[in-house]
């Protein structure tokens, strides 16, 4: 489901939290109305918070952009910053946004005004995630032949800004290449919701799925199998330790019982260098509400880890938009988020020829 709508001086946000029992559309045209929008709790994806992030950023040089030859307007643009970045929690993705729009291509910045070239560089970086989506779509299809069954547990990738990402938008490329035969959804716990949205958004392109619950994946590896099993990771470690949704860790282990590839799909700026382990991740918990909302527990509590941390030594490899890396992973990882180019959408050097 596409998510973001940037139209002129208008940024349109789709409220994730109320689809898809309604479509609902946030319309912004100040980055104070964006940052709003941001904590609100509407926009779950990170991915899509920072494009978000950077068009709000340049909300606020069009309301300003008469000061642009004036310190004043850096001044404009390092409050739409701070503001964009407490909106999401100081969250990584926004971070790289944000130093992604103070640091535009350097083919941009000649000849023209500061505001065309932060307008440029947010549609850079808009798109720059498209072309990450849909390396990431092409490799993961690239593991798979004519005939492929592939089980799926996320809770995510269901919202994007122009392209199907994750383990979604592979699957959905999987079929139109006509070797995806079977698609699986593995049924979030405890929300109830990761599994059934993906499933609504598959038959919207007539992907035929079937939906599982959690604790039956194990039994559904055993009985009818499957050739991989993927799951969009949320970060990784140096070593290769997964930080995903909750429910992961059990499936993993599953895999490896029955020795079917599990593959972690995330984009390899979503790996921390600087974090040596799992460990980094933490043990936080979840809400416990999201077990006994709804239901008549009596006097019981609830708990819920916030996230799964799976050991590298679970994961047979990461399918990132650089490449599919395997183990050993404390060398492969840093090759490719060190070295890998990531695609251009440009290139710059052939224009003259064309």
């Known amino acids: 489901m596409i998510a973001l709508q940037w139209q002129g001086q208008v940024l349109s946000?789709?409220?994730?939290?109320k689809y898809p029992q309604e479509e609902s559309w946030i319309t912004c045209t100040d980055v104070k109305a964006v940052a709003e929008a941001l904590s609100s709790g509407a926009v779950i994806e990170e991915k899509i918070a920072a494009v978000a992030g950077v068009y709000g950023y340049c909300l606020a040089a069009l309301e300003h952009q008469d000061l642009q030859k004036t310190p004043a307007f850096d001044e404009k643009l390092a409050e739409a910053k701070a503001l964009l970045l407490a909106s999401r929690n100081n969250s990584r993705d926004m971070m790289s946004a944000m130093k992604f729009m103070e640091n535009p291509p350097e083919a941009y910045t000649k000849n023209v005004d500061r505001l065309t070239t932060l307008l440029a560089t947010a549609v850079t970086f808009d798109r720059g995630q498209v072309v990450a989506d849909r390396n990431i779509c092409r490799n993961g299809t690239d593991l798979m032949g004519e005939g492929t069954r592939v089980l799926i547990r996320t809770d995510r990738g269901a919202f994007h800004s122009?392209?199907?990402?994750?383990a979604l938008g592979i699957a959905r490329r999987g079929v139109k290449r006509e070797v995806?035969?079977?698609?699986?959804?593995?049924?979030?716990?405890?929300?109830?919701?990761?599994?059934?949205l993906l499933a609504q958004e598959l038959s919207k392109d007539n992907v035929p799925c079937t939906v599982i619950p959690d604790h039956a994946a194990a039994t559904f590896l055993a009985r009818q199998g499957a050739h991989l099993v993927l799951t969009d990771g949320i970060l990784a470690a140096k070593n290769g330790d997964l930080k995903a949704p909750v429910g992961t860790y059990e499936l993993a282990i599953a895999c490896y019982f029955h020795s079917i590839p599990f593959y972690a799909v995330l984009n390899a700026d979503d790996v921390d260098l600087t974090m040596e382990s799992g460990a980094g991740h933490g043990m936080d918990e979840g809400d416990p509400k999201s077990v006994t909302d709804g239901l008549d527990c009596g006097q019981a509590q609830g708990w819920t880890p916030a996230y799964d941390v799976i050991p590298a030594f679970l994961i047979t490899g990461f399918i990132t938009d650089r490449g599919i890396v395997c183990a050993p992973y404390e060398e492969t990882l840093e090759e490719t988020v060190k070295f890998a180019p990531k695609k251009m959408i440009v290139d710059f050097s052939n224009l003259s020829n064309s």
């Not at 946000?13 to 939290?17: C, F, N, R």
């Not at 698609?183 to 059934?196: F, K, Y």
């Open 162 to 166: 122009a392209s199907p990402c994750g």
């Open 13 to 17: 946000l789709l409220d994730q939290s």
């Open 180 to 196: 995806l035969e079977q698609v699986t959804l593995c049924e979030g716990r405890p929300a109830l919701l990761g599994g059934t």
